[in-house]
T-cell receptor, first 115, second 114 residues
Framework: GAGVSQSPRYKVAKRGQDVALRCDPI?????LFWYQQALGQGPEFLTY????????KSGLPSDRFFAERPEGSVSTLKIQRTQQEDSAVYLC?????????????FGPGTRLTVL | AQSVTQLGSHVSVSEGALVLLRCNYS??????LFWYVQYPNQGLQLLLK??????LVKGINGFEAEFKKSETSFHLTKPSAHMSDAAEYFC????????????FGAGTILRVKS
């Protein structure tokens, strides 16, 4: 079956623009995660959804970052007034269960470049 | 706070040689530990995971890792490297059964020489 898909794959934004990044998880997966991966670093947790409920947003770096999953499937990560430090690959992952040992399946990521 | 340290940002081995990628973690509670692999322009793929069962964990593509609590380590090994193993490898930890977020190390790029 299809894996996790993300769109767009690449996004170039001018500083100050708003961007929206989309994640389509594997069908039926209840858990959805967003991670930020800066160049040369490992992914860093941003936020976690269980169905439509955002249970953990402790990793969002500022109030310019906002994520939603209104119907418990597709999720959107929105970044307002983008800054150069927002340049990174944004990874989405989904999991069929609620426990940490349920495998997280990752999408290919969206590479955001802020000029 | 939980953290992961991967020693060596780049590792180079010859084809057929032993692969050893090092991972040390800090956690105040018994952790869940993972190794992921990332090929260029692809998403992370789970290689193996430790969830407090056997300390020696076998994964895909011939990789295995051993959990050593006394050393707070979870090193990844493969007896014989193949060219297709060239990729970036990430160690990750989660100290909680529920809560779900993973804390990743900085990654190790594995190069395999012919």
């Amino acid at each position: 079956g299809a894996g996790v898909s993300q769109s767009p794959r690449y996004k170039v934004a001018k500083r100050g623009q708003d961007v929206a990044l989309r994640c389509d998880p594997i069908s039926g997966h209840v858990s959805l995660f967003w991670y930020q991966q800066a160049l040369g670093q490992g992914p860093e947790f941003l936020t976690y959804f269980q169905n439509e409920a955002q249970l953990d947003k402790s990793g969002l770096p500022s109030d310019r970052f906002f994520a939603e999953r209104p119907e418990g499937s597709v999720s959107t990560l929105k970044i307002q007034r983008t800054q150069q430090e927002d340049s990174a690959v944004y990874l989405c992952a989904s999991s069929s269960g609620l426990a940490v040992y349920n495998e997280q399946f990752f999408g290919p990521g969206t590479r955001l470049t802020v000029l | 706070a939980q953290s992961v340290t991967q020693l060596g940002s780049h590792v180079s081995v010859s084809e057929g040689a032993l692969v050893l990628l090092r991972c040390n973690y800090s956690s105040s509670v018994p952790p869940y530990l993972f190794w992921y692999v990332q090929y260029p322009n692809q998403g992370l793929q789970l290689l193996l995971k430790y969830t407090s069962a056997a300390t020696l964990v076998k994964g895909i593509n011939g990789f295995e890792a051993e959990f050593k609590k006394s050393e707070t380590s979870f090193h990844l090994t493969k007896p014989s490297a193949h060219m297709s193993d060239a990729a970036e490898y990430f160690c990750a930890v989660s100290p909680m059964e529920y809560g779900n977020k993973l804390v990743f190390g900085a990654g190790t790029i594995l190069r395999v020489k012919s």
